[in-house]
């Protein structure tokens, strides 16, 4: 089955910094890659995702970066704000209806 | 438009006792899922319903856990009898058709003394 890793478990930046998460999967068939965004004691959120025929997605300050031959994926967040602070997850499938492989989740602080 | 819906939003029970988790899918959403994550690792898969039918249970950890979906609206999941490792949050996600874009409920978490 498939694998996901994802790193780093926590990061801290400073606001205006950019962040970077990185995640790998393992089963070439997985061909939709989304990210969630969960906000502390609220429920987890799809903030972009990400199909295997494209290698880059935009959305304002929000982009993922997709490689399928090295089986890997990105989440990069410029100009980091306070509200941005979350635990982010990746996650790969969309070949086996909604059956996704989630990382173990990335705990992001932005600090003022 | 109502989200998903999950309750209770916490449960801390002993060993062996049992608990029944809800779950109330966006209303349309034929597809309902249930996932956890124990402490600090990854989101697991438990298992996907379409409709009233168990679609996928491969993810399920063993028999104490059993799913239903009666009516294929809303879902419930019990333990019985509960475990110290069944310790984690227990998420509902919904999605309509083939949509791959899951809703979230807030989870319950568990906690086995």
């Known amino acids: 089955g498939e694998n996901v890793e994802q790193h780093p478990s926590t990061l801290s930046v400073q606001e205006g910094d950019s962040a970077v998460i990185k995640c790998t999967y393992s089963?070439?068939?997985?061909?939709?890659f989304p990210w969630y965004k969960q906000e502390l004691g609220k429920r987890p959120q799809l903030i972009i995702d990400i199909r295997s025929n494209v290698g880059e997605k935009k959305d304002q300050r929000i982009a993922v970066t997709l490689n399928k031959t090295a089986k890997h994926f990105s989440l990069h967040i410029t100009e980091t704000q306070p509200e941005d602070s979350a635990v982010y997850f990746c996650?790969?499938?969309?070949?086996?209806?909604?059956?996704?492989?989630f990382g173990s989740g990335t705990k992001l602080n932005v600090k003022p | 438009e109502a989200g998903v819906t999950q309750f209770p939003s916490h449960s801390v029970i002993e060993k062996g006792q049992t608990v029944t988790l809800r779950c109330d899918p966006i209303?349309?959403?034929?597809?309902l899922y249930w996932y956890r994550r124990v402490m600090g690792k990854e989101i697991k898969f438990l298992l996907h319903f379409v409709k009233e039918s168990k679609q996928d249970e491969s993810g399920m950890p063993n028999n104490r856990f059993l799913a239903e979906r009666t009516g294929g609206t809303y879902s419930t999941l019990k333990v019985q009898p509960a475990e110290l490792e069944d310790s984690g949050v227990y998420f509902c996600a919904s999605s309509q058709g083939a949509d791959e874009k899951l809703f979230f409920g807030s989870g319950t978490q568990l906690s086995v003394l």
């Open positions: 209303s349309g959403h034929d597809n």
């Open positions: 996650a790969a499938g969309g070949y086996n209806f909604n059956k996704f492989y």
């Open positions: 089963d070439s068939a997985s061909n939709y």
